[in-house]
């Protein structure tokens, strides 16, 4: 991993996400094995992303902030315990 791929890495913010996604492993990601979920600041966006409208259903800040969490969490003990990343 470059250097400006790891600064980009420890730059990211949780207010930067617009939706993430939480499904089976080394399953499709089109949402029939898992779920969309928005962050409710990036809403108009996300739907502007997706082509549809995002439902009050597809809104849940707390599942952003954990799906968040652990990439982060994931992503930092790649630079700090490995050589080879993303």
Known sequence: MDSNTKQI???LKV???IDVY???EHKCCC???GKYSYASAH???GAKLRGYGVDDSDVN???VRKVFGLMIAQ???CLLYTSRCV
């Open 61 to 63: 800040d707390k599942q």
């Open 15 to 17: 207010e930067d996400v």
């Open 43 to 45: 809403r108009a966006l």
């Open 31 to 33: 949402g029939c094995s």
């Open 22 to 24: 939480s499904g089976k």
């Open 75 to 77: 992503l930092y003990a």
């Open 9 to 11: 890495i420890k730059n």
